[in-house]
């Protein structure tokens, strides 16, 4: 570019003014003698700019100061006896300037980041208990079972909604509802002693359920300790305290079981429920051994009549196969295939006729009113969900009060003593891990083998129960005997 340096002058005020660039030139200097290494650039444009020129290590260096519209000329001489200043010193003003303005940016993002910080600081501690909770149980559900992850929502409920069976009657929050709104940083052993002690003196206080809510807290508290942005607002062991295990005291161990002569009796009373898929379920239950879910998640493609064996779900193995023995697969083949599900539940059930009368003996047990009109009850899975109401009554028109359905569970393990029937056996039809270096790792029992045991647990207690069954007779293939509701 083309420029023309002119001698040098006293710059004035009006002289800056009047400066202009030749027509036939793209740029004009013209030279301060106040101060020499500062000059007033005109450009054909018409554009004014003060800049400094000096050379340093044997270069001419020029850097613009700025236009005479922001700076007065005091305030351009002094930029550039500074800029001087830096070249006499060895330094490069445009390094020097560059290395300001990336300070200037440095500390303009640090204190950026610094109050970003601190109102991140703000929110984690005005993080509730419940926002946390419910962060928690997402992250962790897919290592949960249905069960499980059915607990933490239900322990956690804040209640107040209507119930999906018993529309009239509002659902209760849950033990750990009043800790929900609460800041996760305000949640330490005396918050959590509080807490216990107040569920734990409620007029009907079910300590099973707060034992198992500290459990699930203790847990949660542990899970909130070691995510980074939680960690420092957690304490883990808060859940631990000696007063808050006093508060819900220690879990006795269960014991309700059926006795060989009560086989009888608890056989003619679930026989004679009404629905005969609680009834083949509650039979069933006693006589694999089964846990609860496992046999009421049992689909129509886990019963293999061609190898006589049903697969179930298996909280320890993923899924275990057990002997589908003869009397199970008659109880089975009986059922209604509404859908997927073996023991499955209606899509709805109108409650008019002899529904609406157990609807009235249900409420006139349960001390509460009837709604009015027709009720429709549905299961939203389209398999069975509660049959321990159905149970509860015929154990105590069978004087078998406080017999639960684990208590089935418990039964057919005790029961198997009666016939000597190997430990290892009844343990691995009703799914418990193997216990010893024997059964660990060397004993590896096949289906066929189940089957033997199995079979001869079966026949005894029907014959115990007066059960009047002949396997050569049952029905052999399972078949659909009804698509109705």
Avoid at 104 to 122: D, W
Wanted: a positive charge; one cysteine or more; proline letters at 5%.
């Amino acid at each position: 570019m083309a420029e023309t340096k002119t001698a040098r002058v006293l710059l004035t005020a009006k002289r800056v003014e009047l400066f202009t660039c030749p027509p036939n030139k793209s740029q004009a200097f013209l030279w301060d003698t106040n101060t020499p290494t500062m000059a007033l650039r005109a450009t054909r444009t018409g554009r004014k700019t003060y800049v400094f020129e000096a050379r340093l290590k044997g270069q001419t260096i020029r850097t613009a100061i700025g236009s005479p519209a922001d700076w007065t000329l005091d305030m351009a001489r002094l930029r550039a006896a500074e800029q001087k200043r830096l070249v006499d010193d060895g330094l490069d003003p445009r390094e020097v300037a560059e290395e300001k303005a990336e300070a200037r940016a440095a500390a303009v993002a640090a204190k950026q980041a610094a109050t970003e910080a601190a109102a991140a600081e703000v929110a984690a501690r005005a993080l509730t208990v419940g926002e946390a909770w419910t962060r928690y149980i997402e992250e962790r559900r897919p290592h949960w079972g249905e069960r499980n992850y059915a607990d933490h929502l239900k322990l956690a409920q804040l209640g107040g909604k209507a119930r999906l069976r018993r529309p009239d009657v509002m659902t209760k929050p849950g033990p750990l509802a009043a800790l929900m709104p609460m800041r996760l940083a305000d949640l330490n052993a005396s918050a959590v002693e509080a807490w216990v002690s107040k569920e734990a003196s409620e007029p009907v206080a079910r300590l099973a359920r707060l034992r198992l809510a500290l459990r699930l807290l203790k847990a949660f508290l542990r899970w909130a300790a070691s995510e980074p942005d939680l960690k420092d607002r957690a304490d883990p062991a808060a859940a631990s305290a000696k007063k808050a295990r006093e508060a819900v005291g220690k879990a006795k161990a269960k014991n309700d079981y059926l006795q060989r002569e009560q086989l009888r009796t608890w056989f003619e009373h679930v026989r004679k429920i009404g629905n005969p898929v609680i009834s083949a379920y509650l039979q069933c239950l006693l006589l694999t051994g089964a846990r609860r879910e496992e046999l009421a998640e049992l689909r129509w493609d886990d019963v293999n009549t061609q190898w006589c064996g049903i697969d179930l779900k298996d909280k320890i193995e993923g899924r275990r196969a057990v002997p589908l023995t003869p009397y199970v697969a008659d109880l089975i083949a009986s059922l209604p295939r509404r859908n997927e599900w073996v023991f499955s539940s209606a899509r709805a059930i109108n409650l008019d006729g002899k529904n609406a009368a157990r609807r009235a003996r249900y409420h006139a047990a349960k001390g509460t009113e009837a709604p009015a009109g027709d009720v429709a009850f549905a299961s939203a899975s389209g398999r069975l969900v509660e049959p321990s109401i159905a149970h509860r009554q015929a154990c105590t028109a069978a004087g078998l009060d406080g017999l639960t359905l684990h208590g089935l569970r418990r039964s057919f393990a005790s029961l198997c003593e009666w016939l000597d029937i190997p430990g290892g056996i009844s343990a691995q039809i009703q799914g418990h891990a193997p216990q010893g270096v024997r059964e660990q790792n060397y004993i590896r029992r096949p289906l066929d083998l189940l089957r033997v045991h199995h079979e001869k647990i079966e026949a005894w207690m029907l014959a115990e129960a007066g059960v009047p069954f002949d396997a050569k007779a049952s029905r052999g293939g399972l078949k659909a005997v009804s698509n109705a509701a």
